[in-house]
Nanobody, 123 residues
Framework: QVQLVESGGGLVQPGGSLRLSCAAS????????IGWYRQAPGKQRELVAGMASDGRTHYADSVKDRFTIFRDNAKSKMYLQINSLNPEDTAVYYC?????????????????WGQGIQVTVSS
């Protein structure tokens, strides 16, 4: 079993930046793909950033060039750097990892989820 604990969310002004962190209880994601999802009120949960085990990354069109996913396997941590925030980025953000090597194989009905952390972008 893997437990994921997130930190780093909060209230940010438009144009600001945040770094979300996710600490894992084990080193499973040093082997497997990792990802960050978000869910805004009234919307479905969406994958905003994914990283395959070989380092390939994927970003949703709405966050390209603003979000960066990266990992530190030695610390069993994954991160999401968020820049140029806008109100449309307001959502609960979740880190995720599952027993797959590629983010294209993510199954939201399995794997391991963080508890979710609120990011609010408002002036």
């Amino acid at each position: 079993q893997v437990q994921l604990v997130e930190s780093g969310g909060g209230l940010v002004q438009p144009g600001g930046s945040l770094r979300l962190s996710c600490a894992a209880s084990g080193s499973i994601f040093s082997i497997y793909a990792i990802g960050w999802y978000r869910q805004a009120p009234g919307k479905q949960r969406e994958l905003v950033a994914g990283m395959a085990s070989d380092g390939r990354t994927h970003y949703a069109d709405s966050v390209k060039d603003r979000f960066t996913i990266f990992r530190d396997n030695a610390k069993s941590k994954m991160y999401l750097q968020i820049n140029s925030l806008n109100p449309e980025d307001t959502a609960v953000y979740y880190c995720y990892t599952g027993p797959v090597l590629d983010y294209r194989d993510f199954d939201v009905h399995s794997g391991f989820w963080g508890q979710g952390i609120q990011v609010t972008v408002s002036s």
